[in-house]
């Protein structure tokens, strides 16, 4: 049975939405290196460095997953 258009349109549509998920995961993981969110959001340590505690950054992580599964479904319509 031969791939029809339908099928190749809806494959790309879902290969984009994987491709953009991915890239706004790498985005979260680099708001958690930036020095000035870290040294308003983090904590300090005996040396004098800031940073986040794991659960601190798996939570910052995860909410900000959530607010961008929440704007993905709001703009759908």
């Known amino acids: 049975m031969p791939i029809g258009i339908v ?4 494959a790309l ?3 984009m939405g994987g491709f953009i998920f991915g890239y706004d995961t ?4 680099d ?3 930036m020095d000035d969110f870290l040294e308003r959001f983090g904590t300090r340590d005996a040396d004098g460095a800031y940073g986040f505690s794991d659960v601190r950054s ?4 995860g909410l900000l997953s ?7 479904l709001a703009g759908a319509p």
């Open 58 to 61: 798996g939570l910052i992580v």
């Open 26 to 29: 790498g985005q979260i993981s």
């Open 66 to 72: 959530i607010g961008t599964l929440a704007g993905a």
């Open 31 to 33: 708001i958690l290196l």
């Open 13 to 15: 549509i879902a290969s």
């Open 7 to 10: 099928s190749i349109m809806l």
